[in-house]
């Protein structure tokens, strides 16, 4: 059969808001022109992230039904963790109720000012966390992997020559390790090559420097590695993520993503020490090690999530619905980046509105029209979110001017994405009318989440 479907059907549906083109021109408006500051119920085709808004399945929800509430020592923590150490191998796992106090937790016990975290590319939240601690946050994408027009296999790769170079500048006593980051979510959700990996370890084994995964979409990277790279083609995706974790000497995972669940995230290490001040940190602001902020029951749906992630029927969906949709705007030659990643397709936005100059956010503009057009609501990761002054208040872009549409798990359909990719390829042929903007309020820190904004 040549026609793919969704691997599942439907069995329980949530009505989805259809709004008028008058109605959303207020109501962005109201949203001071950030997509953050939207109302859910004035968007009708939401891919403002995948985090958190999957679908789970009835096995899910039954089992949610099982959850154990108890405060310490859960059957539904022993069920959670066991699936985590068969596919990461790490002795402890812990659990935190999402990616971002993980971070905090593991960045406020390792990190201090003075020392340098490296990573392929920071996600916002790491980099926040990291920078919060007082350390310095330094991406080491390759060279095609900030270049959105140009195809590459594994362009989520971390530049293993600059890897060296900044630990021979540095030294290694100021590294306390360095991440990888699966998909490389800020780079376009591109995956990282096993090759990629393996050597990074080798690497950092010279210098006694460990090897820590940001895990958040590991089977979707698997899933790439299965297609892509040499040798992997007749292994499972259990045997290629097991191999992935045993380069590594500890994760940190938003769960909300390739744990196919709405809430939740671990740490992983198999350095007990390191373990014990974990706890300690995560006892004070999140809960007991047995539950980490969790309900009980979003164990239970995660350790259900956890497997069903792994399964190749669902992947083939995941990774071909995204791919469908970028299949579409490239043949509406719409700017988009180059291949389509695990999780989303980003636009691009320097080429998609080339006049508007980055310090007028073009991303922006592009992502405040694509709701104007269709209510879908979608996210600028370009220079709103990473774009910096330096010390003399001069304007630093951000490498890539993009737009997200992250696709929610298991939510949409293949007449929902036709609808995306129709709005979208409208906006792109009345580019010319978009027009550059400017911040009337930042905060100092993720200034993107909160941030306001008027045409210039
Ligand atoms: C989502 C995400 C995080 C943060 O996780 P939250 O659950 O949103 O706190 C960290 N790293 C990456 C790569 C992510 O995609």
Redesign the pocket.
Known sequence: MKTSIEPFKIKTVEEIPITTREEREIYIKEAFFNTFYLRSDTVTIDLL?D??TTAMSSKQWAHILDGDEAYAGSRSFFKFESILREITGFKHIIPTH??????RILFSVISKPGLIIPNNTH????RGNVEFSGATAIDLPTEIGTKPEIPGDFKGNINIPALRNLIENYGKENIPLCFI?I????GGGQPVSMENIRETKKLLNEYGIPLFL?C??FAENAYFIKLREPGYQSKTIMEIVQEMFSYADGC?M????DGLAN???FIGTNDTDLAEKLKVNLIVTEGFPTYGGLARRDLEALAIGFREVLNENYLAYRVGQVKYLGDLLMEANVPILVPTGGHAVYLDGARFAPHIPPHQFPGQSIACEIYRVGGIRVVEIGSVMFGRKDESGNFIPASMELIRLAIPRRVYTKSHIDYVAEAIIEVYQNRDSLRGMRLTYEAPLLRHFTAKFEYV
Request: a positive charge.
């Open positions: 992230t985090s958190g999402q990616g971002r106090a993980a971070e996600f916002d939240t790491t980051t998909t490389n979510n800020t940001d958040c979409r940190t938003s769960a909300k993503k809430t939740g995230g």
